[in-house]
Nanobody
Framework: QVQLVESGGGLVQAGGSLRLSCAAP???????????MGWFRQAPGKEREFVAG????????YYADSVKGRFTISRDNAKNTVYLEMNSLKPEDTAVYRC?????????????????WGQGTQVTVSS
């Protein structure tokens, strides 16, 4: 079982920034190094939605239209960590953010294509 641990969430005013981290401690790191990674979010009463994804080597990144130009996904395989830099935050970005490791070396917008999930970190943006 791969364990993913998110951190970096919190309360921020609209227009502010947060940086989320997703770490795979211990021996799980090798698995993540070969996996596409994704960030998803889910707000109360709404469905889980894809936010951003990155290929195993960081060569390609993908974003939901709602965050394009504001969010940046990156990874450091030496540290077994994936990041989500979030700028110009809006109240509608409020949600629980979860990272996930894909079944393959590329990410997907379909959450069913992910094998392992973190518990999530809360992001709240006040207006």
């Amino acid at each position: 079982q791969v364990q993913l641990v998110e951190s970096g969430g919190g309360l921020v005013q609209a227009g502010g920034s947060l940086r989320l981290s997703c770490a795979a401690p211990g021996r799980t790191g090798r698995t993540i190094g070969a996996s596409g990674m994704g960030w998803f979010r889910q707000a109360p009463g709404k469905e889980r939605e894809f936010v951003a994804g990155i290929t195993w080597n960081g060569g390609d990144t993908y974003y939901a239209d709602s965050v394009k130009g504001r969010f940046t996904i990156s990874r450091d395989n030496a540290k077994n960590t994936v990041y989500l830099e979030m700028n110009s935050l809006k109240p509608e970005d409020t949600a629980v953010y979860r990272c996930a490791a894909s079944l393959s070396s590329v990410p997907s917008t379909d959450y069913e294509r992910y094998r392992y999930w973190g518990q999530g970190t809360q992001v709240t943006v006040s207006s």
